[in-house]
C-alpha cells in the first residue's frame, strides 16, 4: 500500500502589499442598512412635507416640530465651534518647559488620613 503524504499548508505571511482595513476618523462608515433607513426617513418627511402643503394641519405641526429640533441642532453646533476656536486660540505665550515634579523630593508627601489597616 502507498500511503500519500499529505499537502503541505501554505505559509501565508503579510506582505507590504497587505494593508489592514484601519477605520477612516475623516469620513464615517455607512453600511447598506443605514443608508436604507436614511431613505425611509427622508421619504417619510416628504410624504409628510407633502401633506403639509395641500393644507394637513397635522403635517404642519410634524414640520414645525423637526424645523424647531434641526435649528436646536443647528445652533448648538455653531456655539461648539465657536467655542472650540475660542479654546485653539493661544492667549499669551504658554511656557512648554516642564518644572519637575513636586512629589520628586527625597520624601513622601504627609500623609492626610491615617492607613485603616494594622501595621504588621
Known sequence: M???????EP??????????????????????RMMMAMTAVAA????????AGNGAVFAKAVLATVGVFAVFF?????????????????????DQSR??????KDELPPQLLKPREKEL
Open 11 to 32: 505559509i501565508i505571511t503579510p506582505t507590504p502589499s497587505i494593508q489592514p482595513v484601519i477605520r477612516s476618523r475623516v469620513l464615517p462608515r455607512v453600511s447598506f
Open 74 to 94: 443647528a445652533m448648538a453646533a455653531g456655539a461648539f465651534l465657536v467655542s472650540w476656536l475660542v479654546a485653539r486660540l493661544t492667549i499669551g505665550r504658554v
Open 2 to 8: 502507498t500511503q500519500r503524504m499529505p499537502a503541505p
Open 99 to 104: 518644572q519637575g515634579s513636586p512629589f520628586a
Open 44 to 51: 417619510i418627511l416628504a410624504a409628510i412635507t407633502r401633506a
